[in-house]
Each structure stands twice: as C-alpha cells, then as structure tokens.
C-alpha cells in the first residue's frame, strides 16, 4: 500500500501561480512512476502531467505545456506540480497518482488512468475570472 496526500490546492486570479504537493508514504516512493490528474464537475478525470521514476521523463497534457510543471524529490518523498498563467478552465479537483513498482515499465510515463494504481483524497483548484 501506497498513501498520497496532497496539498496546497486553493483559490487564485486567473493568471496567477499554484504549487500543489504530493506527500507519499512507504520506504518505496523512489520506484514509483507518478502522475497527475484532474477532475470538473461533471466531466471524466483527465491526464494532466506524469514523471518517471528518477525524474528523468515527463509528460504534459498539450493545454499543461508551457504552464505546468511535474517534479519529484525522492529524498523528500513529494512530487510537485507548479501551476503559472491558470486559466477558469483549470479549476477542478487535482489527484496525485502512483503506479505500483510491480507491474511492467515498458513506457518511462503514463497517461492513463488504469495505468496508476494508488490514488491521494484530491485537492481543490479554483481559478477566478
């Protein structure tokens, strides 16, 4: 088992910059593959950003890219996201994702949400207009 918490959700002008923060417990972090992803009223929870496990690769949905950045400290146990120029069309709620080291690691990232399998409670983001 794999806990994820995350924080650091809020409300913000849009324009404006969030970090949201991912803290994993279990001696077993540095292995995982992450992931990030949201989730509007209404609508399917969707892919946001992923990190390989060293932190080496990443991957943006095209609308996160330039904006959105996905990070990882292993020493610390966190993975980060840092939000700049948010738009209204960001606002949901944000979920940190962790895929268990035991299954295949043919890709670096992953998109998908049957590709994770440990989920944090989710963090509100609401972008004003």
């Known amino acids: 088992q794999v806990q994820l918490v995350e924080s650091g959700g809020g409300l913000v002008q849009a324009g404006g910059s969030l970090r949201l923060s991912c803290a994993a417990s279990?001696?077993?972090?540095?292995?995982?593959?992450m992931g990030w992803f949201r989730q509007a009223p209404g609508k399917e929870r969707e892919f946001i950003a992923a990190i390989s496990w060293n932190g080496a690769n990443t991957d943006y949905v095209d609308s996160a890219k330039g904006r959105f950045t996905i990070s990882r400290d292993n020493a610390k146990n966190t993975v980060l996201l840092q939000m700049n120029s948010l738009k209204p069309e960001d606002t949901a709620v944000y979920y940190c994702a962790a895929r268990a080291i035991y299954r295949s690691n043919f890709y670096a990232t992953y998109t998908g949400l049957r590709d994770y399998d440990y989920w944090g409670q989710g963090t509100q983001v609401t972008v004003s207009s």
């Open positions: 279990g001696r077993t972090f540095s292995s995982n593959a």
